[in-house]
């Protein structure tokens, strides 16, 4: 299941994003790709190492925590905090599956991957992240502030980025709902009880559909 969602960040806290970050506090971004997804690896990453570009990376994972249909969609247990990716003219990152763990303390079992955009798409060329799938190949670029969740399970990369600057922060998840399949069937169900009540209101069917979506959480969650 591949899913966009708008206005994760409002446009005041692009602005103020994008003022924030300063080409001198990217580094190579390399320092924290697996050893064969290095070899494709070309861009440039945030250096968290003050208040001020903490606070940034605080700012976009907060954000995502919030998004209610980000969390209705893929029922998160954990979502690692960002990394802050910028691509100048000839970067780009070559096709890679994301490592299965993550972190410490905790691990996380990377089940979604997401990429929020930070830059207007007009402003820069190219920078198309790419995902493949067995339904085929999906070219993603999104307004700023806006994101896209999907399996990290999936090869996936990042075109050459032909002019401009390419600002993304990418992040990963570990979903209550192991098994996507499980995860889409649950996500389809809320959305029909959704449109129900907001065709009937609270009616005897409504509560069916309660009653099962919530018994098929417990049945098939991970905790």
């Keep these: 299941m591949i899913l966009t969602f708008d206005n994760v960040l409002g446009p005041d806290e692009v602005a103020y994003i994008q003022a924030s970050l300063l080409p001198e506090d990217f580094v190579d971004g390399r320092s924290t790709a697996g050893w064969h997804a290095r070899l494709v690896k070309h861009n440039t990453q945030l250096q968290v190492d003050d208040e001020r570009t903490r606070a940034i990376v605080t700012l976009i994972h907060d954000a995502i925590l919030k998004h ?119 996500y389809d169900l809320d959305n029909a009880r959704r449109a129900l009540f907001d065709g009937h209101g609270k009616t005897p069917e409504f509560d069916l559909i309660s009653k099962s979506l919530a018994n098929l959480l417990r049945l098939w969650s991970d905790l």
């Design 68 to 186: 209610a249909d980000y969390k209705r969609a893929f029922q998160p247990k954990l979502t690692r905090q960002p990394l802050i990716s910028r691509y100048e003219p000839g970067m780009s990152y070559g096709a890679h599956v994301d490592d299965a763990f993550m972190g410490a303390n905790p691990i996380v079992r990377a089940d979604l991957a997401m990429t929020l955009f930070l830059s207007d798409p007009a402003s820069y060329g190219g920078g198309e992240l790419v995902i493949e799938s067995t339904y085929g190949t999906r070219a993603i670029k999104l307004a700023a502030g806006a994101m896209v969740v999907y399996p990290a399970t999936t090869l996936h990369r990042v075109d050459p980025v032909t002019s401009g600057i390419r600002l993304a922060a990418v992040s990963w998840g570990q979903s209550l709902i192991p098994d996507p399949i499980k995860r889409e069937i649950l």
